[in-house]
């Protein structure tokens, strides 16, 4: 009984801590695209737009606009959205501010484009990190999935008109679109197709390898394991 609530706190501890760092692991990476200065992707587009325009900082409009999504998705579906819906949309915000505050725009032209590149990698390791402990979609991935249901449409579809909607409205707010933004749009489908699996194989294997180290019936009796003394 002692073992299986402590697997239940261990479970649930490491669930939501790698739940953070990924959403860490993206704003760090949406950080980067927006201090290399060579256009963003259509939400931070849009985000961007929307500071220059109204104000407030970048993050702060993240969190606004991840509300509305919510909400939205919320009338769509009749469920109200779950823990992990909410904590991205609050806690990415946060964390793009105070990556925005660590990261500067570089001088030279060559290394804005190296950290697009990885920043665009980062956003992919991020999403492949966050979903992995399965704590729930983010906002935009809610209302696309209620969207769908709704519509009947392909996945694909639906993500497509969105992201063309957002990224118009942006670009008629001042936000800048670049190559950045191409990039974004063409080439993060791929990355995040490498980075999930790699991302959910890790977690699957840490989860898997911490049952078994801590289960006495699964792993093997270790010579220093006496009633839990070492």
Request: aromatic share 12%; hydrophobic share 50%; proline share 3%.
């Amino acid at each position: 009984m002692e073992y299986g609530f402590d697997n239940r706190k261990r479970t649930f501890f490491l669930r939501w801590s790698t739940f953070m760092l990924g959403l860490m692991v993206m704003a760090f990476g949406i950080a980067m695209m927006i201090r290399a200065e060579l256009g963003g992707a259509p939400w931070d587009v849009l985000h961007l737009g929307l500071t220059m325009q109204f104000g407030l900082t970048v993050g702060t409009w993240s969190i606004i606009m991840g509300a509305i999504v919510l909400g939205v998705s919320a009338l769509l579906t009749k469920i109200w959205p779950k823990l992990g819906a909410f904590l991205n949309m609050l806690f990415l915000g946060i964390f793009i501010d105070l990556c925005l505050w660590m990261i500067s725009t570089p001088v030279n032209s060559y290394l804005q484009y190296l950290m697009l590149g990885i920043g665009i990698i980062l956003i992919g390791y991020g999403i492949g990190i966050y979903i992995a402990p399965r704590c729930g979609a983010g906002p935009r991935d809610s209302l696309m999935l209620a969207l769908q249901e709704r519509t009947g449409w392909k996945v694909q579809y639906v993500r497509g008109t969105m992201e063309v909607i957002v990224l118009t409205v942006g670009w008629l707010m001042g936000g800048k679109v670049f190559i950045g933004t191409v990039l974004f749009c063409f080439g993060i489908g791929s990355v995040v197709g490498i980075t999930m699996p790699q991302c959910q194989k890790l977690f699957d294997f840490i989860m898997k390898r911490g049952n078994v180290d801590e289960n006495i019936n699964e792993g093997s009796i270790r010579t220093y394991h006496h009633d839990g003394i070492g």
